[in-house]
């Protein structure tokens, strides 16, 4: 596996699993990915081929505010990260289920 690759198999983080995204892929084919604050779109599309071996047709990315939260007395912030959606080709699918 070539240096590029693994640069690239880092860029995806984790799937985002709830029932927004559930029903996102279900109707348009389209997955939501928690993905590194620095990616961009190319990275991320070549990132997903590349793991579930699929044609990416677009992405979509959005930067997310984290939240500032109190613990008590200690004010405290989530860190920001980025979330993109993967929108793929007619005739190919990703099944997280048999992962």
Do not use: C
């Not at 071996?53 to 677009?58: A, E, K, P």
């Not at 505010?65 to 190919?92: C, M, P, T």
């Amino acid at each position: 596996m070539s240096m590029l690759n693994y640069t690239l198999a880092s860029v995806l983080q984790a799937p985002i699993i709830s029932e927004k995204s559930t029903v996102a892929a279900e109707s348009n084919k389209q997955f939501a990915f928690k993905v590194q604050k620095n990616a961009t779109k190319t990275q991320i599309k070549k990132a997903v081929e590349l793991m579930f071996q699929v044609q990416v047709d677009s992405v979509r990315v959005l930067n997310v505010k984290g939240k500032s939260k109190r613990f008590g007395q200690i004010l405290g912030k989530r860190s920001d990260w980025k979330k993109a959606y993967v929108k793929l080709k007619e005739g190919h699918d990703i099944d997280f289920s048999a992962a």
